[in-house]
């Protein structure tokens, strides 16, 4: 019976980790990377990227999170969310990166999404 329950409880442990939860969120478009620092062997060789944030998408990607009810996971709703001008933002971390990188992609006409 313990087996179970810590198997069961590093499966739901598991799951919550790999949700990649945010508070703060942007669309962008323009998105390029590029490398810097050291050689492609070294330990300080990293990438950088490089976006412009694209507002009036980002606006609608709130708007459509906000009003998003698809089911019972931190994720799937999001009644805190609000545009601030700049990006969309979740006190109750409720915003799923895959999820927002949708809105910004298919539904508003960004590139994708960048998030904290």
Not at 45 to 62: F, G, P, R, S, V
Not at 99 to 106: A, K
Request: hydrophobic share 30%; proline share 1%; with cysteine.
């Amino acid at each position: 019976m313990k087996i179970v329950l810590c198997s069961l409880l590093v499966t739901v442990l598991a799951y919550r980790v790999d949700a990649k939860l945010h508070n703060s969120a942007v669309c962008v478009t323009g998105r390029t990377s590029s490398p810097v620092g050291g050689t492609a062997w070294s330990v300080s060789y990293n990438w950088q990227k490089n976006y412009e944030i694209d507002l009036k998408a980002t606006q609608c990607a709130c708007d459509h999170y906000e009003q998003r009810n698809t089911g019972n996971n931190q994720w799937d709703k999001c009644a805190d969310c609000i545009f601030d001008g700049l990006q969309c933002n979740s006190a109750g971390w409720h915003i799923g990166g895959d999820e927002m990188e949708y809105y910004c992609s298919e539904k508003c006409g960004a590139q994708g999404s960048e998030a904290n």
